[in-house]
């Protein structure tokens, strides 16, 4: 239990620290810059999820094909540029694009629709619909910590990076 805890707060910590706000641009940045939010947590609950999306898909290049952006799969006939990788830009709007359809999917499941949606970007929505995790929060049981953090596996193996993800999710987006 402390060792996940341990992992937790590695995970929250590195994602803070890349954000804007941090004590080293706190150093150089003008006084009204500082008044920026200095933490994940004041940030709106979608914003944490695309900022926690960003940092664990990261940018993808044209190696990553079919995928582009953040994660995001190319389909037949998307009118998507195969010839070169999307701009932090385009990537940014297409993940917004990306998760706001699949909050709107969960939106059944009310404060718990966001975290649904984080597991769905990067487990895939049918995935998430067969998991004990969405069935328990379906029927109402809001102990889902383990049936979420199970979800880290990668070609049948646990992957220590997907665990870090999964509580970074989970602390970041689970509103008791």
């Not at 402390?2 to 910590?13: C, E, G, T, W």
């Not at 150093?27 to 914003?47: D, G, W």
């Not at 940018?59 to 952006?69: A, D, F, R, S, V």
Request: charged share 25%; net charge positive.
């Amino acid at each position: 239990q402390m060792k996940k805890l341990l992992i937790f707060f590695v995970a929250l910590f590195s994602i803070v620290g890349t954000m804007p706000g941090n004590a080293v641009s706190q150093r150089t940045a003008t006084v009204r810059a500082q008044k920026t939010k200095r933490s994940i947590m004041e940030l709106p609950i979608i914003e944490r999820a695309i900022l926690i999306i960003k940092r664990f898909e990261t940018l993808h290049t044209l190696k990553n094909l079919p995928y582009c952006g953040y994660g995001h799969r190319i389909w037949p006939g998307e009118n998507l540029p195969r010839h070169r990788a999307l701009t932090e830009r385009e990537a940014d709007e297409l993940l917004r694009k990306d998760f706001a359809k699949l909050c709107a999917m969960y939106s059944h499941l009310g404060k718990d629709s966001v975290l649904a949606a984080a597991l769905a970007y990067n487990i895939g929505p049918g995935a998430v619909n067969r998991s004990t995790f969405y069935k328990k929060l379906k029927r109402g049981d809001r102990n889902i910590f383990k049936a979420y953090t199970s979800h880290c596996h990668y070609k049948g193996k646990w992957h220590k990076g997907l665990y870090n993800r999964r509580l970074t999710e989970f602390a970041a987006l689970f509103l008791p």
